[in-house]
């Protein structure tokens, strides 16, 4: 604890101290050179994808037209982490935690600023990836090599041509597919191939190939296997309070074995047409063991799941004359879980949960152009359909829970405005959603309606300097785990509701011929949850719990980063960035359990560092870069009442990672990655040990030299 | 800014090297009561939530009125993961200390006494233990697999107390659950929990002399738990089908075979002299809230003689699990599980059922077990 607290002051203190000489810098006068581009209309697609391709960016704010906090993951920082999962990658940002069940396979998903994964909305290419069953969507299945830019926006993104659904997100992850690019002497366009290895017995061949059309499209075919023991040692150690030892054992994690398959094809429109339109195809299949809990006297589970994941999405957009912009966008997926337990001293499990789903969105814009005293208007209005069902199926028929089949209706829209005037923007939104929920054995149908504002405004008083203010409400539906699941779910819960407020700023200077260029952001916020969905106990028995909206969760923390990118000379380059993240959530659902030392009113709720941090330093040399990152994480408790029995340790780890080309072998790339250097056993879901020291080396093959 | 980033670095490395260890939990201990002559103890065996591993044993001693808790790993700190992950069932047989750990596949066996460890038996998916003669006999779900509906039957082994050895099995109903013996025989409560809805509603009788099934009783709905009065009188309480069969309290004479069935919901017993004592923790659908009682029954007559076992404004609020009562004073002790994901609370009531103290305690208090000091 003290550790982390100085750690903690420390980074305050290094933060205020630098803060203060930019703020003087940029009192300067010389720097009021550019005004706030106040023009509206460019293709909002695709923002600031260029400068973040160019520059070696680690993670950034990329100081934007429209008031989201962004941070982005692109450039030689993504490839950097080329080798790891999309959840492994984001550890690098501020203000979220990945929750990961340990190994290459393991359940990894994101909590961002503690409000529960299913508050986070994922979308790929501007598509969403959900799971109406459990609210989870598992961002340890895909790689960060299949990316461009992964993009997290704290209370959710921005964009005038988004679909409701994202609108409606209480924060998104971004995913952004390749999109290749061609030198001019690339007709027949190029072929990659890759092959991974490392610990835990991992390989992971993949190919891709890239073509350009005559007229101009790309297409990219891309196919990976991953194939993983997933068997790593991880030691168990405990002491007295002297620091003597009480035991220290060392044992195999067993059970967390994988195959994957991935194979995905992109289509791309050429970049000068007028229609704008992308089309993916993706498949993802997989079976892997399930790692269970490590508890005294029982090492390993034999729970096993196998995956098989289709979807087909494509989106079109134009502008028609200067003022109307049409986006349209569809989605079809099928999910198939297959889950068995087969283990004969617990319930023996054989279930197979099939999801359907249909995804249908549309999106007007219309710019309104210059008005009084020069201000520019904006409006959009953006529907989204969706429907969602779950086939479930038993090979036994006793086990317990009646086998519903939950149908879900969703109709999502969102009216925007958007009003610019000279470095002020404002943005707000209402939203609405409308859900029909209905099932074989509950053929009533439940509906649901639920409005929602947001309101975001930005101001640049100066060229370097941004502000930005935001107030949202969004909820959370229930999932219909919660909602059908036998006995433990409840059909009158209603969505989760939460507020959030916040305001924040980016800064960014160069100096010296842009030799230096230093950046820093700065947020704020507040949020309060009501109608939290929580497990109730339910009484003695074996239905022992009801879900009901009775949690409240009040947070407020902030987030911070800075960056400096040093050009040594032409070639070579330093670039360090370091983030750190306070928050402090206190469940305030049971104000009679207050409890100074036991009671759970007030406490930290369950899992959530109040401090986090992470410093990441990318030097690159011409062909040869490296990286270093280090991420800590604070002390956390196992329940909201927070006693030194449910305190969990706070941990960190270290992670170095090379990529080397061969002097005049432009077709030849290695990597080499070693991660928790210092082969710390940590725990980030308790009883779940994550592995220590451990290695990915890479080799890869391009027909064409790029990227 | 070198210096800064350099200082950033250094400081980032200190926190590296650090090592926090973690440390045997202390859990720390009170002093709710007082001084008494009683020697008895009471353990209270804490399940901690499925997954956890954060079983514990606390203990409370009545001769100096202190409340330890994590006993089990002050006795016993350098068993590795510790007790275990959900205990279900805490019994005393001579010196030795019997402690079922349901997630942990095994009965761990300690000194009465000092709770230190004498050893384990490895019985997966353990359930309750009863004993007889010189043998601990065990429930377990994990029996055979019948391929044909998937349906599984549980089974008892017999384990020799002095090696700790199963020395025999039986295969019994559907998940099986609580055991007694009386006269020679074993009672063993079939529940069928994982069978919804086709729940068990038998009990297995074992004749120990050969350990072979005589007959299954017909008795009611998902029994759970099973004691034995002073008369031999079998009193098992059933959980019902969570639907349109109410649970109850029942009464098996093992001689007769005749059932008398009271229409009281149980969720822990316990019998002291001519009294049987019970909380209940009932679900409201109407209030969406449990709703928590306590009641008497006169074992003799198999019948109410209070609703009001303890204050019932202390009990409001509550999340009751566990009953026991001291055999000299009376005095009432209930745990109290609160949102099964946070520490609980254990209550001492006077006989008269008015609240003396209450102390906070490992996360579900789910088992007390009073035992003879020395």
């Given at each position: 604890?003290?550790?982390?607290?100085?750690?903690?002051?420390?980074?305050?203190?290094?933060?205020?101290?630098?803060?203060?000489?930019?703020?003087?810098?940029?009192?300067?006068?010389?720097?009021?050179?550019?005004?706030?581009?106040?023009?509206?209309?460019?293709?909002?697609?695709?923002?600031?994808?260029?400068?973040?391709?160019?520059?070696?960016?680690?993670?950034?704010?990329?100081?934007?037209?429209?008031?989201?906090?962004?941070?982005?993951?692109?450039?030689?920082?993504?490839?950097?982490?080329?080798?790891?999962?999309?959840?492994?990658?984001?550890?690098?940002?501020?203000?979220?935690?990945?929750?990961?069940?340990?190994?290459?396979?393991?359940?990894?998903?994101?909590?961002?600023?503690?409000?529960?994964?299913?508050?986070?909305?994922?979308?790929?290419?501007?598509?969403?990836?959900?799971?109406?069953?459990?609210?989870?969507?598992?961002l340890g299945r895909f790689a960060t090599g299949a990316f461009e830019r992964v993009e997290l926006y704290h209370g959710g993104a921005s964009n005038m041509m988004q679909s409701a659904r994202q609108w409606a997100a209480g924060n998104s992850v971004e995913m952004v597919s390749r999109r290749p690019e061609f030198a001019d002497s690339a007709r027949f366009g190029r072929v990659e191939a890759a092959l991974r290895a490392g610990s835990f017995?991992?390989?992971?061949?993949?190919?891709?190939?890239?073509?350009?059309?005559?007229?101009?499209?790309?297409?990219?075919?891309?196919?990976?296997?991953?194939?993983?023991?997933?068997?790593?040692?991880?030691?168990?150690?405990?002491?007295?309070?002297?620091?003597?030892?009480?035991?220290?054992?060392?044992?195999?994690?067993?059970?967390?074995?994988?195959?994957?398959?991935?194979?995905?094809?992109?289509?791309?429109?050429?970049?000068e047409s007028a229609a704008k339109w992308q089309a993916k195809a993706y498949v993802y299949t997989s079976e892997r063991g399930i790692p269970a809990a490590i508890v005294n006297n029982v090492w390993g589970s034999s729970q096993r799941q196998g995956d098989t994941d289709i979807w087909i999405q494509g989106r079109w957009q134009r502008t028609f004359g200067n003022r109307y912009t049409l986006r349209l966008a569809g989605k079809g997926v099928m999910e198939r879980l297959h889950y068995r337990n087969p283990d004969t001293l617990q319930l023996r499990v054989d279930r197979t949960f099939t999801q359907p789903a249909l995804y249908l969105s549309a999106v007007h814009r219309v710019a309104l152009g210059r008005g009084t005293y020069g201000a520019h208007y904006e409006f959009a209005v953006a529907t989204d359909y969706a429907f969602n069902t779950l086939h479930q199926s038993s090979r036994w028929n006793l086990p317990y829970g009646s086998l519903q089949h939950p149908k879900r209706h969703t109709l999502m829209s969102a009216v925007v405005g958007s009003m610019s005037w000279r470095n002020w923007r404002t943005v707000a939104t209402f939203h609405h959603t409308f859900t029909a929920d209905a099932t074989d054995l509950q053929p009533e149908v439940r509906r649901q309606h639920f409005l929602s504002p947001v309101v975001m405004s930005t101001l640049r008083p100066l060229p370097s300097l941004s502000l930005r203010a935001m107030v949202r409400r969004h909820q959370r539906r229930p999932t219909f785990n919660e909602l059908y699941y036998h006995e433990i779910g409840n059909v009158s819960l209603l969505p989760e509701q939460c507020w959030q407020y916040s305001v924040g700023g980016d800064f960014e200077r160069t100096f010296c011929q842009r030799?230096?260029?230093?950046?820093?952001?700065?947020?704020?916020?507040?949020?309060?949850?009501?109608?939290?969905?929580?497990?109730?106990?339910?009484?003695?028995?074996?239905?022992?719990?009801?879900?009901?909206?009775?949690?409240?969760?009040?947070?407020?923390?902030?987030?911070?980063?800075?960056?400096?990118?040093?050009?040594?000379?032409?070639?070579?380059?330093?670039?360090?960035?370091?983030?750190?993240?306070?928050?402090?959530?206190?469940?305030?659902?049971?104000?009679?359990?207050?409890?100074?030392?036991?009671?759970?009113?007030r406490g930290q709720i369950p899992y959530l560092p109040r401090h986090a941090g992470g410093l990441t330093v990318l030097w690159s040399w011409g062909d040869v870069s490296l990286s270093y990152v280090w991420s800590g994480v604070g002390e956390r408790y196992r329940s909201s009442a927070n006693t030194p029995g449910n305190r969990l340790r706070p941990w960190n780890t270290h992670d170095v990672s090379l990529l080397l080309a061969v002097p005049r072998v432009p077709w030849l790339r290695f990597s080499a990655a070693c991660y928790n250097i210092s082969g710390r056993q940590y725990e980030v879901v308790p009883n779940y040990p994550m592995p220590q020291r451990h290695f990915l080396l890479g080799i890869r093959f391009l027909t064409q030299r790029c990227r | 800014m070198f210096r800064k980033i350099l200082m950033f670095t250094v400081v980032a490395l200190a926190f590296a090297a650090c090592n926090d260890d973690d440390t045997i939990d202390d859990g720390g201990n009170e002093r709710p009561g007082d001084n008494t002559s009683y020697p008895e103890r009471l353990y209270v065996l804490c399940e901690g939530l499925m997954g956890s591993n954060q079983s514990s044993i606390d203990?409370?001693?009545?001769?100096?009125?202190?409340?330890?808790?994590?006993?089990?790993?002050?006795?016993?700190?350098?068993?590795?993961?510790?007790?275990?992950?959900?205990?279900?069932?805490?019994?005393?047989?001579?010196?030795?200390?019997?402690?079922?750990?349901?997630?942990?596949?095994?009965?761990?066996?300690?000194?009465?006494?000092?709770?230190?460890?004498?050893?384990?038996?490895?019985?997966?998916?353990?359930?309750?233990?009863?004993f007889d003669g010189g043998y601990a006999y065990v429930t377990s779900y994990a029996g055979p697999v019948d391929d044909a509906d998937g349906g599984q039957r549980g089974y008892v082994a017999k384990v020799d107390t002095a090696t700790l050895s199963v020395v025999d099995t039986l295969h019994v109903g559907r998940q099986p659950e609580g055991l007694a013996v009386v006269d020679g025989k074993l009672y063993v409560v079939n529940s069928g929990g994982y069978c919804m809805p086709a729940y068990e509603n038998t009990l297995s009788v074992i004749d120990l002399s050969d350990f072979s099934t005589r007959k299954t009783l017909p008795v009611a709905v998902n029994m759970q738990r099973i004691l034995v009065d002073a008369q031999g009188m079998l009193w098992v309480n059933a959980t019902g089908n969570y639907g349109d069969i109410a649970p109850s309290l029942c009464r098996v004479d093992p001689k007769s075979e005749q059932v008398t069935t009271l229409d009281l919901p149980v969720a822990a017993m316990t019998i002291q002299g001519d009294s049987?004592?019970?909380?209940?923790?009932?679900?409201?659908?109407?209030?969406?809230?449990?709703?928590?009682?306590?009641?008497?029954?006169?074992?003799?007559?198999?019948?109410?003689?209070?609703?009001?076992?303890?204050?019932?404004?202390?009990?409001?609020?509550?999340?009751?699990?566990?009953?026991?009562?001291?055999?000299?004073?009376?005095?009432?002790?209930?745990?109290?599980?609160?949102?099964?994901?946070?520490?609980?609370?254990?209550y001492c009531f006077g006989s008269d059922g008015a609240l003396k103290w209450d102390v906070r305690t490992g996360n579900i208090p789910g088992h007390l077990l009073i035992v003879g000091g020395k």
């Amino acid at each position: 604890m003290d550790t982390i607290l100085r750690l903690s002051h420390e980074l305050m203190n290094s933060v205020i101290r630098i803060l203060a000489v930019w703020v003087v810098a940029a009192a300067c006068p010389a720097v009021h050179a550019r005004c706030f581009p106040s023009e509206v209309g460019v293709d909002s697609l695709r923002p600031a994808e260029r400068d973040s391709l160019l520059s070696p960016a680690h993670v950034v704010y990329v100081p934007d037209r429209l008031p989201a906090a962004r941070q982005s993951l692109s450039g030689s920082a993504l490839l950097h982490l080329s080798g790891r999962s999309v959840a492994e990658a984001m550890s690098t940002m501020a203000g979220l935690q990945v929750r990961d069940y340990g190994g290459v396979g393991g359940l990894k998903t994101i909590d961002v600023r503690g409000m529960g994964t299913s508050h986070t909305g994922v979308f790929c290419d501007g598509m969403p990836l959900s799971n109406e069953q459990n609210g989870q969507v598992d961002l340890g299945r895909f790689a960060t090599g299949a990316f461009e830019r992964v993009e997290l926006y704290h209370g959710g993104a921005s964009n005038m041509m988004q679909s409701a659904r994202q609108w409606a997100a209480g924060n998104s992850v971004e995913m952004v597919s390749r999109r290749p690019e061609f030198a001019d002497s690339a007709r027949f366009g190029r072929v990659e191939a890759a092959l991974r290895a490392g610990s835990f017995g991992r390989v992971e061949p993949s190919v891709r190939w890239e073509r350009r059309f005559r007229r101009g499209f790309a297409l990219t075919t891309d196919a990976a296997y991953l194939h993983a023991h997933g068997r790593y040692t991880f030691r168990l150690r405990k002491t007295f309070p002297d620091g003597s030892v009480a035991y220290d054992t060392t044992a195999v994690r067993e059970g967390g074995d994988i195959s994957a398959f991935r194979a995905e094809m992109n289509l791309f429109s050429p970049v000068e047409s007028a229609a704008k339109w992308q089309a993916k195809a993706y498949v993802y299949t997989s079976e892997r063991g399930i790692p269970a809990a490590i508890v005294n006297n029982v090492w390993g589970s034999s729970q096993r799941q196998g995956d098989t994941d289709i979807w087909i999405q494509g989106r079109w957009q134009r502008t028609f004359g200067n003022r109307y912009t049409l986006r349209l966008a569809g989605k079809g997926v099928m999910e198939r879980l297959h889950y068995r337990n087969p283990d004969t001293l617990q319930l023996r499990v054989d279930r197979t949960f099939t999801q359907p789903a249909l995804y249908l969105s549309a999106v007007h814009r219309v710019a309104l152009g210059r008005g009084t005293y020069g201000a520019h208007y904006e409006f959009a209005v953006a529907t989204d359909y969706a429907f969602n069902t779950l086939h479930q199926s038993s090979r036994w028929n006793l086990p317990y829970g009646s086998l519903q089949h939950p149908k879900r209706h969703t109709l999502m829209s969102a009216v925007v405005g958007s009003m610019s005037w000279r470095n002020w923007r404002t943005v707000a939104t209402f939203h609405h959603t409308f859900t029909a929920d209905a099932t074989d054995l509950q053929p009533e149908v439940r509906r649901q309606h639920f409005l929602s504002p947001v309101v975001m405004s930005t101001l640049r008083p100066l060229p370097s300097l941004s502000l930005r203010a935001m107030v949202r409400r969004h909820q959370r539906r229930p999932t219909f785990n919660e909602l059908y699941y036998h006995e433990i779910g409840n059909v009158s819960l209603l969505p989760e509701q939460c507020w959030q407020y916040s305001v924040g700023g980016d800064f960014e200077r160069t100096f010296c011929q842009r030799a230096w260029t230093f950046s820093l952001s700065a947020d704020a916020f507040l949020h309060r949850i009501t109608d939290k969905i929580v497990a109730v106990p339910r009484g003695s028995g074996q239905w022992r719990w009801m879900m009901l909206n009775v949690g409240k969760v009040f947070s407020r923390g902030i987030d911070l980063k800075g960056k400096v990118v040093w050009r040594v000379t032409g070639a070579m380059t330093f670039d360090v960035s370091a983030h750190y993240s306070f928050i402090r959530a206190e469940d305030r659902s049971d104000s009679t359990d207050n409890d100074p030392q036991f009671g759970t009113f007030r406490g930290q709720i369950p899992y959530l560092p109040r401090h986090a941090g992470g410093l990441t330093v990318l030097w690159s040399w011409g062909d040869v870069s490296l990286s270093y990152v280090w991420s800590g994480v604070g002390e956390r408790y196992r329940s909201s009442a927070n006693t030194p029995g449910n305190r969990l340790r706070p941990w960190n780890t270290h992670d170095v990672s090379l990529l080397l080309a061969v002097p005049r072998v432009p077709w030849l790339r290695f990597s080499a990655a070693c991660y928790n250097i210092s082969g710390r056993q940590y725990e980030v879901v308790p009883n779940y040990p994550m592995p220590q020291r451990h290695f990915l080396l890479g080799i890869r093959f391009l027909t064409q030299r790029c990227r | 800014m070198f210096r800064k980033i350099l200082m950033f670095t250094v400081v980032a490395l200190a926190f590296a090297a650090c090592n926090d260890d973690d440390t045997i939990d202390d859990g720390g201990n009170e002093r709710p009561g007082d001084n008494t002559s009683y020697p008895e103890r009471l353990y209270v065996l804490c399940e901690g939530l499925m997954g956890s591993n954060q079983s514990s044993i606390d203990c409370y001693d009545f001769a100096t009125g202190t409340y330890q808790r994590s006993a089990y790993v002050q006795a016993n700190p350098n068993v590795v993961l510790e007790l275990g992950d959900v205990g279900n069932d805490i019994q005393q047989y001579g010196g030795s200390l019997w402690a079922v750990i349901n997630g942990s596949n095994k009965v761990e066996v300690m000194d009465v006494s000092t709770l230190r460890r004498r050893g384990q038996v490895d019985i997966p998916n353990c359930r309750c233990v009863a004993f007889d003669g010189g043998y601990a006999y065990v429930t377990s779900y994990a029996g055979p697999v019948d391929d044909a509906d998937g349906g599984q039957r549980g089974y008892v082994a017999k384990v020799d107390t002095a090696t700790l050895s199963v020395v025999d099995t039986l295969h019994v109903g559907r998940q099986p659950e609580g055991l007694a013996v009386v006269d020679g025989k074993l009672y063993v409560v079939n529940s069928g929990g994982y069978c919804m809805p086709a729940y068990e509603n038998t009990l297995s009788v074992i004749d120990l002399s050969d350990f072979s099934t005589r007959k299954t009783l017909p008795v009611a709905v998902n029994m759970q738990r099973i004691l034995v009065d002073a008369q031999g009188m079998l009193w098992v309480n059933a959980t019902g089908n969570y639907g349109d069969i109410a649970p109850s309290l029942c009464r098996v004479d093992p001689k007769s075979e005749q059932v008398t069935t009271l229409d009281l919901p149980v969720a822990a017993m316990t019998i002291q002299g001519d009294s049987l004592y019970i909380v209940s923790h009932q679900w409201d659908f109407v209030l969406n809230k449990g709703v928590p009682a306590s009641a008497v029954v006169d074992v003799r007559k198999a019948a109410i003689v209070s609703s009001q076992m303890v204050d019932p404004a202390v009990l409001e609020g509550m999340s009751p699990y566990g009953v026991a009562v001291h055999p000299s004073t009376h005095d009432i002790f209930v745990s109290d599980a609160g949102d099964y994901v946070s520490p609980g609370s254990l209550y001492c009531f006077g006989s008269d059922g008015a609240l003396k103290w209450d102390v906070r305690t490992g996360n579900i208090p789910g088992h007390l077990l009073i035992v003879g000091g020395k």
